[in-house]
């Protein structure tokens, strides 16, 4: 059966409606017990965190560490801050209404702002999927060589990330192509996300332990530098504090988010659960996630000597050589390290195809199951080329896709600052009194602070 364009009608299943009857309940229950009962049952928080702890927030984390040691600390738990803020808007829009958030952005905003949208998303995801194959793959050679000591020839070098590649498309297919198989294929994703998060975080906990251990850690700085708010004046501070915010929230981010939603059938009972999945899904997952890699590499490659002349990025696989160099053990510098990274391009390849399937069904108005949205999942393959051709490509494409996506994901905010304040849309669900007062400032602060972003980096580009 056709999908209508303005709602989703996936099949409603015994389990959703149970898990419906046992939220209506779970409501009139303390907080603590409803946090308990909600802990199982999230999920699209754990998607976007899954999405922006990736390869982009891997390299400003760990460049911020070692150029500025602890002092960006407070960066990007701002950003996901203001992310979440406007997240939890789309959060509210689409369980209140469940309206396609597209559709409902180009009826009730402007179709100028829907279909920038849709094409920024899908502009940005297919751009960005090309550095996850080199990393992911890169990373994963690293490990074995580290574990084997085998030095792999050209031509071995060559197929190795070849065969790596292929080996993680097949991966991510297999398990976003499970995913568009009803509740069930939804929850066995979501759970592969959230043991691949946890893998990450701990990954990075091992190496910030390890250096408690051996007092390598001042932990007074590492405080202050969560509170100081302390802005670099030098290029490369700017630099890198400048990629650590923009890397947080994607406009790829903001699309596949409200989908989320309606393909796990979600509405209106799940309101209070929604609210606590982004706290506990995205917000303390990042939070740690970046704030460990920062630590760790803070506190054993920080020099900011040889990291200000001119250098305005560092690869994760020169991270693990410089960890081993500092006399870390190899299987924390660079097994340990290397599975931590490999998760994130991992989760960041996955959830490209997932939200390229979203964006290219609402352009063409095919339905989100099926055939169709499987192959349109296949859009960023080409991204696996980027194992071969990123280094060479990637100077002429990656900033002037950053500038022009950032540049419209404010186009994106201000969308959704409409939406939630269009009682044509919301009806007798708008916003009210203090509540709607809170939110706009919150989303007028988001949508001021990505814009100040976008101009800076275009007129570094200029």
């Not at 709602?7 to 299943?13: A, E, K, L, P």
């Not at 390290?337 to 989760?347: E, P, Q």
Request: aromatic residues 16%; hydrophobic residues 55%; charged residues 10%.
């Amino acid at each position: 059966m056709k999908t209508n364009k303005k709602t989703v009608d996936f099949s409603i299943d015994n389990f959703l409606l149970e898990e419906k009857q046992f939220l209506a309940g779970l409501s009139e229950q303390p907080r603590l017990h409803r946090w308990q009962g909600y802990w199982s049952k999230t999920g699209p928080g754990w998607m976007q965190s899954a999405m922006t702890i990736g390869g982009a927030s891997a390299m400003a984390s760990l460049f911020a560490g070692a150029l500025l040691k602890y002092q960006l600390l407070w960066v990007q738990p701002v950003a996901i801050f203001l992310g979440i803020i406007m997240l939890s808007a789309v959060s509210y829009q689409t369980l209140m209404t469940g309206e396609r958030p597209f559709y409902a952005m180009k009826k009730y905003a402007h179709p100028v702002i829907a279909w920038s949208w849709a094409i920024a998303t899908l502009l940005s995801t297919v751009i960005w999927h090309f550095p996850q194959y080199a990393l992911v793959s890169g990373m994963t050679e690293d490990i074995i060589i580290a574990i084997t000591g085998w030095i792999p020839s050209n031509t071995q070098h060559q197929y190795l990330l070849a065969g790596l590649a292929l080996f993680f498309l097949a991966i991510a297919i297999y398990v976003v192509w499970n995913y568009s198989k009803g509740s069930k294929g939804v929850a066995r994703f979501e759970l592969f996300l959230k043991v691949m998060i946890w893998l990450i975080i701990f990954c990075f906990l091992f190496i910030v332990i390890r250096n408690s251990l051996t007092d390598t850690i001042n932990w007074s700085e590492v405080f202050k530098g969560f509170i100081s708010f302390k802005i670099p004046t030098d290029k490369a501070g700017v630099t890198v504090m400048m990629a650590a915010f923009s890397a947080t929230i994607g406009i790829n981010m903001t699309f596949l988010f409200g989908y989320s939603y309606l393909k796990k059938g979600w509405g209106k009972e799940h309101y209070g659960l929604a609210k606590f999945d982004l706290i506990t899904g995205m917000f303390i997952p990042f939070v740690l996630a970046t704030a460990l890699m920062v630590i760790a590499t803070g506190a054993t490659i920080y020099d900011p000597v040889k990291f200000a002349e001119g250098n305005t990025s560092i690869s994760p696989i020169e991270v693990a050589g410089m960890l081993e160099a500092s006399g870390m053990p190899l299987v924390f510098s660079r097994v340990i390290f290397g599975f931590g990274i490999v998760g994130m391009a991992l989760n960041a390849i996955v959830l490209h195809m997932l939200v390229c399937g979203f964006a290219a069904c609402e352009v063409f108005g095919w339905d989100m199951q099926g055939w169709k949205y499987r192959l349109a999942c296949l859009i960023p393959i080409p991204g696996v080329l980027g194992v071969f051709f990123w280094d060479k490509i990637g100077p002429w494409v990656a900033v002037p896709a950053s500038a022009i996506c950032g540049l419209l994901l404010p186009i994106a905010y201000v969308g959704f600052l409409i939406l939630n304040n269009s009682k044509r849309f919301l009806g007798e669900n708008i916003p009210k009194g203090r509540k709607a007062w809170m939110w706009n400032f919150g989303m007028i602060m988001a949508i001021i602070i990505s814009i100040v972003y976008g101009v800076y980096y275009l007129i570094k580009i200029l």
